[in-house]
């Protein structure tokens, strides 16, 4: 019962006891649109003279975080006529450049080449932007139905953080870290929930071997009570309100047996991100029952609770939110966006607000 497997092949959900569907299924990414197309058809090449004394005409927005450089405009030069010549390798705003005459990811580099070389030989990436990435995260998430695994990702990345150390459950190095956070608050939105402001650069580890070996003690067991949530939650910081309002996103996703031992989703509506999880706990009646795998949970037709989301009604503390939640739907998506964010930036300073 509960999780004891190490932290880079956890059960994923806000509570130890929970797992993600399966995020490309029989099918493929391929399969999901791309703005701009595949990858190979996006990187283009640009070369740019400065010999004759022509000025560049391309404005980009320079962050020392980033690893490109993305375009925001262009404005005459020799840019302007580079697409004129060349239509079908045309700069736009959208476009990143990934690389100045052999020089990738070091954006200061990159930068100060095109100041002072003459000879520019450009690598670009088309539709690489804040918006296309939104676009394609949202087709991703319709596609694969994925908005609940993208969410458990976030928060078992950051949740196991204890202010000292983490657990690198999704080790990423994609802009400088964050991108998960990004992408589990795109489809909090998506499947009808709060818009959650997201920071940038949080990167707990490069890869596994920097992390806590297990997430034992850092997230909270599906199958204990109110004792157990509390000492897991309030050393992180959290009130009662804020574990309430967590617990929250159980709304969405399922349990999958073969992964936790426990089984079935919480909610009728496994994908709509709204307040039917409190409702429930209100309203249904559940008959308790131990899974195949041999863990205890409860059962009301098709849905489930753990015992970890029923102690919520056993403590006077915990009930008063769960009824405030239940009837207004606004006060939890409130108090979610700020427990929320609390947990996305744990153990975290000097975050940025822009990708």
Not at 163 to 179: I, Q, T, V
Not at 226 to 245: E, M, Q, S, T, Y
Not at 330 to 354: H, N, P, T, Y
Request: hydrophobic share 35%; with cysteine.
């Amino acid at each position: 019962m509960g999780n004891s497997s190490p932290c880079c092949i956890s059960d994923v959900d806000t509570k130890a006891g929970a797992d993600p569907v399966v995020l490309y299924g029989s099918g493929s990414a391929a399969a999901v649109p791309v703005s701009g197309g595949a990858l190979e058809d996006r990187i283009y090449k640009v070369v740019l003279n400065k010999s004759g004394g022509g000025k560049l005409g391309l404005d980009v927005d320079y962050m020392a975080e980033r690893s490109v450089l993305p375009i925001m405009g262009i404005t005459g030069g020799l840019s302007e006529q580079w697409n004129n010549d060349n239509p079908d390798k045309k700069m736009s705003k959208g476009d990143s450049i990934i690389e100045v005459n052999g020089t990738p990811g070091d954006v200061a580099v990159m930068l100060e080449k095109c100041k002072k070389e003459e000879v520019l030989s450009l690598t670009l990436c088309k539709a690489m932007n804040y918006d296309a990435l939104v676009s394609d995260l949202e087709n991703l998430i319709k596609a694969k139905n994925c908005g609940p695994i993208l969410i458990r990702l976030s928060w078992h990345d950051a949740g196991v953080c204890d202010g000292k150390s983490g657990c690198p459950n999704a080790a990423m190095r994609l802009a400088g870290g964050g991108e998960h956070d990004f992408a589990a608050n795109v489809a909090i939105r998506l499947m009808g929930g709060p818009e959650v402001p997201t920071k940038y650069g949080r990167l707990d580890a490069k890869s596994a071997s920097e992390g806590v070996e297990s997430q034992q003690g850092r997230l909270p067991d599906g199958d204990k009570g109110i004792d157990h949530l509390r000492a897991i939650f309030h050393p992180k910081g959290f009130d009662d309100k804020g574990i309430v309002a967590l617990s929250g996103a159980h709304t969405v996703g399922k349990c999958h047996a073969d992964r936790s031992g426990f089984d079935g989703p919480w909610t009728e509506e496994p994908l709509k991100f709204d307040n039917s999880y409190f409702k429930d706990l209100l309203n249904k009646t559940y008959t308790p029952e131990t899974t195949e795998k041999g863990n205890p949970q409860h059962r009301n037709g098709k849905t489930i609770m753990l015992v970890s989301d029923l102690a919520l009604l056993k403590d006077a503390a915990f009930k008063t939110h769960v009824q405030t939640y239940a009837e207004d739907e606004k006060a939890f998506f409130a108090d979610f966006v700020q427990a929320w964010e609390q947990m996305q930036e744990l153990g975290c300073s000097q975050l940025r607000e822009i990708l």
